[in-house]
Nanobody, 122 residues
Framework: QVQLVESGGGLVQTGGSLRLSCAASGRISNYNMGWFRQAPGKQRDFVATISRMGDRTTYLDSVKGRFTISRDNAKNTLYLQMNSLKIEDTAVYYC????????????????WGRGTQVTVSS
């Protein structure tokens, strides 16, 4: 079992950048890791995922070229670098861990953090 704690959210203007971090209590090298987000009144959606060794990544189309997911297994930390932020990126961002297969479905992920708020203003 692993516990996840996100940080790094905040208020930023359009075009700005934020870097989210997710600190894990256990060894994240055992898990595929992902970022999801949930805007008010909407379902929780996939944003990005990275394989156990970091050799494979997948992104939501709308964030490709702007967001970068990375991991430091030695520090048991997952990151999401977000550049060129848009108003529609406003959401609570969640870190998640999957001990199963690599994938973008929420059902793949058994462990979740409590989220960090990202607000993009004009």
């Amino acid at each position: 079992q692993v516990q996840l704690v996100e940080s790094g959210g905040g208020l930023v203007q359009t075009g700005g950048s934020l870097r989210l971090s997710c600190a894990a209590s256990g060894r994240i090298s055992n898990y595929n890791m992902g970022w999801f987000r949930q805007a008010p009144g909407k379902q929780r959606d996939f944003v990005a995922t990275i394989s156990r060794m970091g050799d494979r990544t997948t992104y939501l189309d709308s964030v490709k070229g702007r967001f970068t997911i990375s991991r430091d297994n030695a520090k048991n930390t997952l990151y999401l670098q977000m550049n060129s932020l848009k108003i529609e990126d406003t959401a609570v961002y969640y870190c998640a861990a999957s001990s199963g297969s690599y994938g973008v479905s929420r059902n793949n992920y058994a462990y979740w953090g409590r989220g960090t708020q990202v607000t993009v203003s004009s």
